[in-house]
C-alpha cells in the first residue's frame, strides 16, 4: 500500500478545461485536503499552484496530473451543475488507473470531489476511494509557477517532475 500512497499527490489534481471538458479554476493558490478510503491513509494538504495554462494540462481527478498521460479524459456537465468525470491513465510505475467521479463547486473560491479509482498493473487490482476539497487561498506564492504541487514540505511541479 505504501507506493499507492506516494503517489497521492497525483491522484487528485484539478483541470480547467473548456466547454465539455471541464470546469476553470481561477488561477493561482489551491489548497487540497484530500481523504482516501474514508480516512483508512492519512494524507497531508497539499497547495497547488496553478496558472490558466497549466490548469488545462492538469485533469481534474485521476491517477495523475498529467492529462498528456490519459489515454482517455472526459468531464460532462450534468443537470444539477455538478461534472461527471472519466479517466484512464497510465501511472509512472506503468500501472493503469481508471477513474470515474463527480465534481461540484464554483471553482473560483471552492471545489470538491468525489471519486473511485481502480488501479491495475503487475498482476494486481486495487479499488480505492478519495474525496477532494479545493479553496482557493489567493496568488501563487512568490517563486511558484503553474503546476507546483506542495505536500508535506516538498514541492515538485506535476508536468515536469517524474
Not at 498529467?66 to 472526459?74: E, F, H, L, T, V
Not at 488507473?97 to 498493473?121: H, M
Amino acid at each position: 500500500m505504501k507506493p499507492l500512497l506516494a503517489l497521492l499527490p497525483l491522484v487528485v489534481a484539478t483541470a480547467a478545461l473548456a466547454a465539455d471538458k471541464g470546469p476553470e479554476r481561477k488561477p493561482g493558490l489551491w489548497r487540497q485536503e484530500l481523504t482516501f478510503d474514508g480516512g483508512a491513509y492519512p494524507v497531508p494538504p497539499s497547495e497547488m499552484c496553478l496558472d490558466a495554462a497549466s490548469d488545462q494540462k492538469m485533469t481534474l481527478v485521476g491517477a495523475q496530473m498529467q492529462r498528456s498521460r490519459c489515454a482517455a479524459y472526459g468531464a460532462k456537465r450534468q443537470v444539477d451543475g455538478s461534472w461527471r468525470l472519466d479517466s484512464v491513465c497510465e501511472l509512472p510505475d506503468g500501472r493503469t488507473a481508471t477513474t470515474t467521479g463527480a465534481a461540484r463547486g464554483d471553482f473560483r473560491t471552492a471545489y470538491s470531489v468525489q471519486a473511485v479509482g481502480t488501479f491495475e498493473g503487475e498482476g494486481k487490482r486495487e479499488t480505492h476511494t478519495v474525496e477532494i476539497k479545493a479553496t482557493y487561498e489567493g496568488p501563487c506564492p512568490e517563486g511558484q509557477s503553474g503546476g507546483d504541487v506542495t505536500t508535506g514540505g516538498k514541492t515538485a511541479n506535476a508536468l515536469t517532475d517524474p
